[in-house]
């Protein structure tokens, strides 16, 4: 159950920051559905493959390299879902730094309703 709520905050969050930024559209809520279930995918198969090959250029940069990981996780998503595009790179790595913060705040506000 818990995933299911966590897929639907993601998915809510997914489309109020497409409103909010220029370069990110979303067709509507079943794709940001989709979007929040191939991020979900995307974060749990690809994201530890590239951070486990990007170990060195990571440790150079103090951990800022995973930042562009991110980013890069976001436009693979762009590259597999029809109804979700992000127009560039600089794009990508604000919706994903915004995304990540939003989550974090939503998913602490989850786990304070639950105690």
């Given amino acids: 159950m818990n995933l299911i709520i966590r897929l639907l905050i993601t998915a809510v969050l997914v489309v109020l920051l497409a409103n909010f930024l220029p370069g990110v559209a979303v067709s509507g809520f079943g794709a940001a559905i989709i979007v929040a279930i ?40 762009d590259a597999f879902i029809d109804g979700f595009g992000v127009s560039g790179f600089w794009i990508a790595l604000l919706f994903s730094i915004l995304l990540s913060i939003c989550q974090s705040v939503a998913y602490s506000l989850l786990n304070d309703e639950k105690k």
């Avoid at 486990?52 to 980013?71: E, K, S, W």
């Fill in 38 to 77: 191939v991020l979900a995918i995307l974060n749990a198969i690809v994201k530890p493959i590239l951070v486990v090959l990007t170990i060195p250029i990571t440790i150079v940069t103090l951990g800022l390299f995973l930042l562009v990981i991110n980013a890069l996780i976001i436009l693979l998503a």
